[in-house]
């Protein structure tokens, strides 16, 4: 958001303060900060009013029990030692005795986004929303155009362009290449808007360090592509009233007018097996069939379209992991030599990042997921990082600070995707 806009919401917050309610001010001020592409829609009093989620914090003692509650509708964001906690619609969570489920507390969303925003720094302007991510790519792309190519690898379902930045001064746009190719991704959830600012500082880091010896290698060897903005819709809803939304899926109006399909549970993989949910309503849902998405079917077919692709990160937040297939069941990668891969590769990561490296299952089974999809049809040996923080929406200085490690643990899966079996000899 430019600063003269932040101004001008900062006005508009408080000359609708002074017509309306002290308290509408006082969240508005402290609240967030993500860039707020209509501002009219700010001092609306509709913000989270008609969300019936709530924040719950259950009992649930192993994977068994978090897969179940996945099932079941919860959206699960943190475990702790004997609980998780996330949030659920209103009806499912009144579902969850009945399932043998102990709910130890509760919290309307309205009463978790006072909380939880209380401290939230004034502005988090610095995060790109859609137009900026896509004024950062053509930016980068412009200063570097004998390096890298910009296009939209497809459209979301309300028409806005995936834009995906190669980086390749050997081929440019969609021609194929023998290149070994990695993928980074970010933001298939809409809340984590941290994923994207990650993806667009490994862009920039690449090209500003392009002349150096061992990014120059990379350059010269590898096909390298960054989609930032997975899910463009769902961010943009997430930010759209000026105070974020906490939400996660895309934008898809469902049969039952609810909003959103969960992108990372609508992938052909063993697709609303485990650990996710039919319930449109859910946070988690799968959607109606696998791929029933735009978002889900253009990553589809541009990896189905790009045989030399090697390496996929995707990027959500939050809880420092490193996770790798299976997530869809709870057995090892069958393949010993992959899993000796898997495994290789995510030491190697989280010794930049200090994440903790785990196959993704040990946490929750989850079936629909991108890794798991893009390793069983593809073999490609796929990534999901759960970046750091305590919250959605860290504040403008975690950027730097995520991105620094991450950026390292890059470069390192670069140095692997020319030929990942070298790390299984
Ligand atoms: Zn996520």
Known sequence: MKKTLYAFLLFALASSAAAGSFEQLRDGLELPSAPVPFLEAEASAQYLQGDSRYWVTVMAGDKYDRTGLLEAGLDIVEIGKD????????????????????VKSRQAIQEYAKKHLKDFPAADAVYHNYQETLDELKGLAAANPGETSLFSIGRTIEGRDIWCLRINPAEKGETPSARPAAFFMGNHHAREHLSNEVALALAAHLLARKAEPEIKKYLETLDIYIAPLTNPDGAEYDIQTGKYRWHRKNTRVNADKTIGVDLNRNYDSLWCQAGSSHYPSADTYCGPYAFSEPETQAVRNFVEARKNLKTLMSYHSYSSLLLYPWAGKAVPVENGKDRKVFEAMAKGMTAFTGY????????????????????????????????????????????????AKNIKAAVYLLSVTDDPYKLAQ
């Open 83 to 102: 609980t998780v906690s996330g949030f659920i619609e209103k009806t499912e969570m009144e579902q969850l005795a009945a399932k043998g489920f102990i």
């Open 356 to 403: 903790k490296p785990e196959q993704s299952s040990d946490l929750y089974v989850a079936t629909g997921d991108t890794t798991d999809w893009a390793y069983a049809a593809r073999g490609i040996f796929s990534f999901t990082t759960e970046l750091e923080g305590t919250t959605f929406y860290p504040g403008a200085a975690m950027i730097e600070k995520a991105a």
